[in-house]
């Protein structure tokens, strides 16, 4: 079993800043990718940000500038530290992991969802 715990979300205002965290712990042996995706009312969901076992990010153009994400290894967390928010930054975020299990099998698996919500 796996499970994905976030928070950090809320309400903020337009060019306010939140910190998502999410933590992972269970049957995990290592992870390869931890990202956050984000679904809007009426959109599908898309990436944000990701950062692999190395350290390498990528990130939505539509955040680039604005949104840092980072990563605690020890603690098998991941971070996204958004800036400068914009109403079209509502939306369910998501924390997603790509992860190798206790026997060796790779897996993908999504956290509950945190709403994020940009307005005055």
């Known amino acids: 079993q796996v499970q994905l715990v976030e928070s950090g979300g809320g309400l903020v205002q337009p060019g306010g800043s939140l910190r998502l965290s999410c933590a992972a712990s269970?049957?995990?042996?290592?992870?390869?990718?931890m990202g956050w995706y984000r679904q809007a009312p009426g959109k599908e969901r898309e990436l944000v940000a990701g950062i692999d076992s190395a350290g390498s990010t990528n990130y939505a153009d539509s955040v680039k500038g604005r949104f840092t994400i980072s990563k605690d290894n020890a603690e098998n967390t991941v971070y996204l530290q958004m800036n400068s928010l914009k109403p079209e930054d509502t939306a369910v975020y998501y924390c997603n992991i790509d992860y190798i299990g206790q026997g060796w099998d790779r897996f993908d698996y999504w956290g509950q969802g945190t709403q994020v919500t940009v307005s005055s």
């Open positions: 269970g049957s995990i042996f290592s992870i390869n990718v």
